[in-house]
């Protein structure tokens, strides 16, 4: 049974940083693409960053609207990927959601997602 933890949320002043980590059970992790995405009351969930597989180059990609900002990596060893947050703004407000999963095999895994509130 594939299982994702997520770790890291908080409430965090303007301008500040957090690091979120999921750390993955019951798949082989590797093999996988990994993401963040998050939601927002009343908006639909929307992409934050997402990473290949390190055999495919581990390229990242990211929102237009946290690049630059997030920076998403991913520890194979550890079965683990990070979002590292910094210079957040309020509207970065959500809950994150870690995701995995294979798109051309139609497989995609869900975590419980982590709270994020940015506020003075």
């Known amino acids: 049974q594939v299982q994702l933890a997520e770790s890291g949320g908080g409430l965090v002043q303007p301008g500040g940083s957090l690091r979120l980590s999921c750390t993955t059970s019951g798949i082989i992790f590797n093999r996988n693409n990994v993401g963040w995405y998050r939601q927002a009351p009343g908006m639909q969930r929307e992409m934050v960053a997402t990473?290949?597989?390190?055999?495919?180059?581990?390229?990242?990609n990211y929102a237009a609207s946290v690049s630059g900002r997030f920076t998403i990596s991913r520890d194979d060893a550890k079965n683990t990927v990070y979002l590292e947050m910094d210079s957040l703004k309020p509207e970065d407000t959500a809950v994150y959601f870690c995701?995995?999963?294979?798109?051309?095999?139609?497989?995609?895994?869900w975590g419980q997602g982590t709270q994020v509130h940015v506020t003075v």
């Open positions: 995701w995995l999963g294979r798109p051309h095999l139609n497989f995609n895994s």
């Open positions: 990473m290949t597989t390190l055999s495919t180059g581990g390229i990242a």
